[in-house]
């Protein structure tokens, strides 16, 4: 057995999938952050602007660190719930991921990330008022055909992985959003 088929049974055993599932979240959402930081440098022309900000990594980490148990869970429970892979189950998984999990998601990355970075519950919810509707509208376009190639043809136990190498690039996007005043105090 190769040394990259005795990693993944060690990793998506049912005994450690948890542990994989919640890390490889929180890796993921981490270098999701430091991409949108190189992206943002290259694009203010402000190359030389000082290195990554390891803290706003930190603070990612830690939001898909806590993510990565919420969504093993919330999978496990749409598999008992309407076991299967057929045309209408996946289609009612999808529908109960967007209009579910994907508002819970929303709202726990900007009340968490405004709590890691010691701001206010009002600063919170109005940072949360202010870009839900287009997070939320960039969900409803991403996550529907995503979530169907994930409940119609994965193994359950590639579910959370699967999400969040999408997410990869999504979270670059939800980064973005986040430290949208940021970086335009930085330019401008």
Not at 18 to 31: A, D, E, I, Q, Y
Not at 112 to 130: F, H, M, Y
Request: glycine share 6%; net charge positive.
């Amino acid at each position: 057995m190769s040394y990259f088929k005795k990693a993944a049974s060690l990793l998506f055993n049912k005994r450690h999938l948890f542990v994989t599932n919640t890390f490889s979240n929180g890796v993921l959402m981490g270098f999701g952050d430091v991409s949108i930081q190189l992206i943002e440098r290259r694009s203010s022309g402000n190359s030389d602007k000082d290195g990554i900000d390891w803290y706003r990594t930190g603070r990612l980490f830690l939001i898909g660190l806590g993510l990565g148990p919420a969504l093993h869970f919330w999978y496990k429970f749409l598999d008992k719930r309407l076991p299967g892979a057929n045309a209408l189950s996946v289609a009612k998984k999808v529908l109960l991921d967007i209009s579910i999990a994907s508002p819970i998601c929303i709202a726990y990355f900007f009340i968490g990330t405004n709590i890691l970075e010691r701001r206010t519950w009002n600063d919170a919810i109005q940072e949360l008022k202010q870009k839900f509707l287009a997070i939320f509208l960039v969900d409803i376009a991403v996550w529907p055909a995503a979530q169907t190639f994930n409940f119609y043809l994965l193994p359950p136990k590639y579910r959370v992985l699967y999400v969040a190498v999408l997410t990869y690039v999504y979270n670059m996007f939800l980064s973005g959003m986040k430290h949208m005043e940021d970086t335009a105090d930085e330019t401008g």
